[in-house]
């Protein structure tokens, strides 16, 4: 069965500083994978996703996040966070289209 | 179209009493799904369904939890006799069969059992 480590529970970076939000899953086939953010008390929206090809994807609020295949590793990369990033972010996994699994998240907080 | 909506956004409710949640999907996507998510953690799955056929519901975590699609375009999630450990945020997604262009959440219904 598949499954997604994201090693941080919780991260705190300086306003204008770099992020980098790691993720590992475990998965037979050629995994599709994507990174969400969560709001507090809000639903989930999609910052990125990959399924092929270039293994350097980019996202919306000027997320990227990088496949390696040989780490099993889909880290969330930002250049200079804003205040406004500061949420949960989690990473998934999809099996074959049936379903999402979840990593348990990564609470990002960010110091002025 | 607006995106997937969830309603109530809250139900705060007595244990032991039935609780229904609602979820309209994005109108073109055929495959609706629900999770829940408790505090702390990511969602977890718990059914899907492709128009009106639940493909997947072993997921379910008890003979409590119920879900239908009757005519392939809203879904209700039911809880029977809720128990303390059923407060959760529900989460409702939605997308195509075809092409696998991703999953698109609602805001959540967030359960409370007092």
């Known amino acids: 069965a598949q499954s997604v480590t994201q090693p941080d529970i919780h991260i705190t970076v300086s306003e204008g500083a770099s992020l980098e939000l790691r993720c590992n899953y475990s998965?037979?086939?050629?995994?599709?994978l994507f990174w969400y953010v969560q709001s507090p008390g809000q639903g989930l929206q999609l910052l990125l996703k990959?399924?092929?090809?270039?293994?350097l994807v980019q996202g919306i609020k000027g997320f990227e996040a990088e496949f390696k295949r040989s780490q099993s590793s889909f880290n969330l990369r930002k250049p200079s966070v804003h205040w406004s990033d500061a949420a949960e972010y989690f990473c998934?996994?999809?099996?074959?289209?049936?379903?999402?699994?979840f990593g348990g998240g990564t609470r990002l907080m960010v110091k002025p | 179209d607006t995106g997937v909506s969830q309603d109530p956004r809250h139900k705060i409710t007595k244990r032991g009493q039935n609780v229904t949640f609602r979820c309209d999907p994005i109108s073109e996507h055929n495959r609706l799904y629900w999770y829940r998510q408790t505090l702390g953690q990511g969602p977890e799955f718990l059914t899907y369904?492709?128009?009106?056929?639940?493909?997947?519901k072993s997921r379910l975590l008890s003979d409590r939890f119920s879900a239908e699609r009757p005519k392939g375009s809203f879904s209700t999630l039911e809880i029977q006799r809720t128990e303390q450990g059923d407060s959760a945020m529900y989460l409702c997604a939605s997308s195509l069969a075809i092409g696998n262009y991703g999953y698109t959440f609602g805001s959540g219904t967030r359960l409370t059992v007092v």
């Open positions: 998965y037979g086939a050629t995994p599709y």
């Open positions: 990959y399924f092929s090809g270039d293994t």
């Open positions: 998934a996994v999809d099996n074959a289209g049936n379903m999402l699994t």
């Open positions: 369904f492709q128009n009106e056929a639940q493909l997947e």
